[in-house]
């Protein structure tokens, strides 16, 4: 097994350890269309030109305040507002990597909740762009199920994301898409009725080596949430992530039988570990 930084939790048997996951976008909503909608104007002559707006200010930025918690793999952040479009299988296309520490607000403009740092348990920290407003930008947070955090204007590298997995819980099935199109389609175990795979969407933190022939040698994803209660967790388990691994059984494949986990094919669980980078969003539907 990894350091115990980088625990992560198992569906195991006997074994434990390790993780299961999601991800998307977009935070536009339908309107009811105008009743004008449609309709012809007649041009007027008489009408004044317009005159372009100004450019809304950017919100002002509060300074953090000291002793603001940082964002480590085994403590989430509180106080952060919930994914406004946590289902969403619009996939984010921009990844941000911190260059020092950036602070999380809980809106643009307003208070700061935690930093997030340029590196977690030593995997580099790239988290999707999942909205912008007048500067900012809004990511998804590690260490916590279903929260966004805003980051003002400042030091950080805005880095292009390709990929997009998704789950579905009920049909047990994984699919890879890149650039929207799908590249793959797998059968997978996922998480039990008492440990539940976390729905929603989250993002590939990193990989993650594996020990023991159940994990195939191969390494794991590495999620960026967390068992959705972690008190009824064995205690091996309640600082770890979910994330995405190889399994030995496959009888497993197409059940709900894990600790929250999605369990892969070892041939599909290579093919992931080759292809997704970190950033990838991951969306977990029902």
């Not at 996939?91 to 020092?100: R, S, V, Y």
């Not at 003002?152 to 292009?160: F, K, L, N, R, S």
């Not at 539940?196 to 960026?224: E, F, N, Q, S």
Request: hydrophobic letters at 40%; glycine letters at 8%; a neutral charge.
């Amino acid at each position: 097994m990894s350091s115990p930084r980088t625990r992560v939790y198992l569906i195991a048997t006997a074994a434990a350890a390790v993780l299961a996951a999601g991800a998307a976008v977009g935070l536009a909503h339908d309107r009811d269309p105008s009743p004008s909608a449609g309709q012809w104007v007649a041009p007027s002559s008489s009408a004044a030109p317009a005159s372009p707006s100004a450019a809304p200010e950017p919100p002002r930025v509060v300074t953090p305040p000291a002793g603001l918690p940082v964002i480590t793999y085994a403590d989430g952040p509180e106080k952060l507002p919930a994914d406004p479009d946590q289902h969403s299988t619009v996939a984010p296309t921009e990844g941000l990597h911190p260059a020092t520490k950036v602070a999380l607000y809980d809106a643009p403009g307003g208070k700061p909740r935690a930093y997030l740092p340029p590196e977690i348990s030593g995997l580099r920290t790239v988290v999707p762009i999942v909205a912008r407003d007048r500067g900012w930008v809004a990511v998804l947070v590690p260490s916590v199920n279903r929260r966004i955090g805003w980051v003002p204007p400042g030091d950080y590298a805005v880095e292009t994301l390709r990929d997009h997995l998704i789950v579905e819980v009920s049909r047990h099935t994984l699919r890879w898409l890149r650039d929207g199109e799908e590249q793959k389609r797998w059968t997978v175990a996922t998480g039990a009725k008492q440990t539940p795979t976390p729905l929603g969407r989250t993002y590939v933190m990193g990989t993650t080596p594996m020990k023991g022939d159940i994990y195939l040698g191969l390494r794991a994803l590495v999620l960026g949430s967390i068992p959705e209660e972690p008190d009824k967790m064995a205690s091996a388990f309640q600082l770890a992530h979910t994330g995405i691994h190889a399994w030995y059984k496959d009888s497993v494949f197409g059940h709900s039988v894990s600790n929250g986990c999605v369990r892969m094919p070892g041939p599909a669980q290579q093919k992931l570990i080759e292809e997704i980078p970190a950033g990838t969003a991951i969306t977990v539907l029902a």
